[in-house]
């Protein structure tokens, strides 16, 4: 098994392949005219030779970009930053949920740009401030097998507490959830901070009267929670005791689009300090191990935007993000777009970037081209197609290899390379092999990595940092907020919308919400209440002065002061699963101090009037009390009460059949599932969808009771 994410797969792995065989693919190079201003343009076919012709031309001008998604693979990084260094100029790498604030975090902290290799199958305690690692943050493949892993012998299973301001898939998992607001995320970890180091006096820096001084901002967290009915104080002591009483076997992870806030900054800084504290880095936090494709930017983003618009660029190739869509309007990167001579978008169809580039060329299916990546630190894999290219297509890598070759700039490697596999192949010759392969010839090398689909080089063991104590005046107290707050997040389904138009995630219910084909403004039952509201009925969302109209999906254990909206809906030009379904909210974020916020803004709720179906099949088919004749459907019990009576609250039904059995000669075979470990991530229910070839039947038929799924995973509500 690969030893990142042990056997396991996700929601949109399991989807990928149809992506694969999706019809509005693009089948060869397109070339957009368009008036001077870009504002109309006419799609045609054009021909390999003539677009190499004109990019070889334009990329003798210089100022060249290379704008990519997070950059996994080390041959490609290596590739485009000789191509950009060619051409005099640079490669961005930005994506949408790229965790830029945690590497901010652990660069203000102990002097590392990366994201740390979190190690939750030895944290006996995990305190989640807002990040969803079982759903959405950086790897919950990884995480929810290492996780699971905590879980599985249950006399000794881990504890999780999670501080939720959405309802994600992490915090209905938690032994223990507080619902709150994204302004309370930073109080919450100072509060920690203060109980544990000036209350109990724990650690090496309980007598630093500097940071006593600081701490005292947030002596009466516990309090305050516990006057807004947040949880009680007792609750909050305790959390602290237990993880003083893990120190080292602990784990405090906060992150996610659900924490880039105002302060998001100030809260990676007060999370690190935890953790150095609880003498966590270097155990639970492996640095050594880090995750090296996470380098996505919205800096640098901004950086570029500028330079576009001062007309210093005369060259761009965008690769793998679709920034027209999931930048909000007031980046003005379209804008600043019309400004760059020549746009070249290397991507699967016209969306809604590639309408705005002069050429769009189709660089191929994963599953269709060779390619490796560094999962972490010293761990290696090479992607290998699964099917020759089903249409006139070319990898992005063998663009740049051509464009080279044709401007006699390339160096030897790739001058040397008939193509990208040939290129890839020497890369690992050269920079991987002399890294992992010791004791074999490259050949055996290369054979063995192909088999395995991963190699690995020589693990260096992590030890704890030093924590830098001037990191600690980059927290600011965030203001007192009253009033609605919204929340952005991805979804297990569609993440940043990227395969928005794969019909099998818009059909897959949420985990939680259990809604498909939209999206929709979480709010709480008290405000639903309040407003004299139901499920569906229209709201009016105003932030920044702007209005948005969407659905209300009324969500037990969310905070009062909160609605919550997710991201990856409202696609214009993905196809014809995804155009108009639901709203795109990445506009509803804000840009304040050059920073991108998608949480914690204040908003204004109304409801409109109007009313609006959502498909939700949790209520479909239901074993309603009338029917289980007072049979519980679910059957629970606390960790205490298992362990005095490992079937409490489990009531044995007398079963009867009129069958009179089968004898068996052999094997028996059955089917049961671990709800101790099982996180309700739903990678089954795709799963047997693409195994069984399940038809899909769109949001009408779901609503009329028609879903098909094979696999049907329910949750229910308790408190």
């Avoid at 950086?138 to 012998?153: E, H, M, V």
């Avoid at 002065?545 to 009324?554: C, M, N, R, S, V």
């Avoid at 019990?637 to 039904?653: D, F, I, M, R």
Wanted: net charge neutral.
């Amino acid at each position: 098994l690969h030893p990142l994410t042990k056997g396991g797969t996700s929601v949109r792995a399991q989807a990928h392949i149809l992506s694969l065989y999706d019809p509005e693919r693009i089948k060869g190079p397109k070339k957009n005219l368009q008036n001077k201003e870009k504002t109309n343009r006419e799609t045609i076919d054009a021909k390999w030779e003539d677009v190499d012709a004109a990019v070889v031309k334009q990329l003798a001008k210089g100022s060249v970009v290379v704008l990519t998604g997070s950059m996994a693979s080390p041959s490609t990084k290596s590739l485009s930053e000789e191509f950009a260094k060619a051409f005099g100029g640079s490669v961005v790498h930005w994506n949408a949920l790229a965790p830029e604030d945690v590497r901010e975090g652990q660069q203000l902290c102990y002097g590392e740009d990366l994201v740390p290799a979190y190690r939750f199958d030895e944290a006996k305690v995990i305190v989640s401030v807002d990040a969803d690692f079982l759903g959405t943050w950086i790897n919950p493949t990884a995480f929810t097998k290492q996780y699971s892993l905590g879980r599985k012998d249950i006399k000794n299973m881990s504890k999780l507490i999670a501080f939720d301001s959405n309802y994600s898939l992490t915090g209905a998992n938690a032994d223990i959830r507080v619902r709150i607001k994204p302004s309370q995320q930073l109080s919450i970890v100072m509060g920690l901070l203060h109980e544990i180091l000036v209350k109990k006096s724990f650690g090496k820096y309980a007598s630093d009267s500097k940071v006593k001084s600081m701490l005292e901002a947030y002596a009466n967290v516990a309090e305050t929670l516990a006057a807004n009915k947040v949880m009680e104080k007792e609750l909050f002591a305790q959390i602290a005791e237990d993880l003083i009483a893990n120190k080292g076997k602990s784990l405090v992870v906060a992150g996610g689009m659900t924490t880039w806030t105002e302060s998001s900054k100030s809260l990676q800084v007060a999370v690190n300090f935890l953790n150095s504290v609880l003498e966590n880095d270097g155990k639970t936090i492996e640095s050594k191990s880090a995750y090296v494709g996470m380098n996505g930017s919205y800096s640098e983003m901004l950086a570029l935007i500028e330079k576009m618009k001062k007309g210093a660029i005369k060259t761009i190739v965008i690769h793998g993000v679709n920034p027209v869509y999931a930048l909000p309007s007031s980046l003005g990167f379209m804008e600043a777009l019309k400004s760059v001579e020549m746009v070249i978008y290397t991507g699967d169809r016209v969306d809604e970037t590639g309408k705005q580039a002069d050429y769009v060329l189709p660089a191929g299916h994963v599953m269709e081209n060779w390619g490796d990546v560094e999962f972490v630190k010293g761990l290696y894999g090479v992607q290998q197609p699964t099917i020759r290219p089903l249409y006139d297509t070319r990898s992005m890598e063998a663009g740049l290899i051509t464009w080279l070759k044709a401007s006699n700039k390339a160096s030897k490697r790739v001058s040397s390379s008939e193509g990208h596999y040939e290129y890839l192949r020497t890369f690992w010759k050269e920079e991987i092999y002399p890294k992992a392969g010791a004791g074999k010839s490259f050949d055996d090398f290369w054979d063995e990595t192909l088999q395995s689909g991963f190699a690995q080089g020589a693990k260096v063991e992590s030890s704890a940092r030093t924590f830098r104590m001037e990191s600690l005046s980059k927290i600011t107290k965030p203001a007192d907020k009253d009033g609605m707050q919204l929340v952005l997040y991805p979804t297990i389904q569609l993440g940043d919308g990227t395969l928005a138009n794969v019909s099998w995630l818009q059909e897959l219910p949420d985990p939680i919400t259990k809604i498909c084909w939209d999206n929709y403004a979480s709010v709480s039952l008290a405000n639903a209440e309040k407003w004299k509201i139901k499920e569906g009925y229209m709201l009016a969302i105003t932030v920044d002065g702007k209005q948005y109209e969407l659905p209300a999906h009324i969500q037990p254990g969310l905070h009062d002061d909160v609605v919550a909206v997710a991201v990856g809906y409202g696609r214009s030009a993905a196809g014809k699963v995804a155009n108009g379904v639901g709203q795109n909210a990445f506009a509803m974020a804000a840009v304040k101090n050059n920073d991108v916020i998608f949480s914690g803004q204040s908003v204004t709720v109304k409801p409109t009037g109007k009313k609006y179906e959502l498909a939700n099949p949790q209520g479909h088919h239901y074993l309603g009390d009338s029917q289980t004749q007072g049979r519980k459907i679910v059957v629970e019990a606390t960790l205490k009460e298992y362990l005095q009576n490992p079937a409490a609250n489990n009531h044995q039904h007398k079963i009867w059949s009129i069958w009179s059995g089968h004898q068996y000669n052999g094997h028996k075979w059955g089917m049961a599932i671990d709800m101790n470990q099982c996180t309700g991530c739903n990678a089954c229910v795709v799963s047997c969808q693409s195994e069984n070839n399940v038809p899909v039947v769109g949001k009408k038929y779901v609503i009329d009771g028609r879903e098909m799924h094979w696999i049907r995973i329910d949750r229910y509500f308790v408190g």
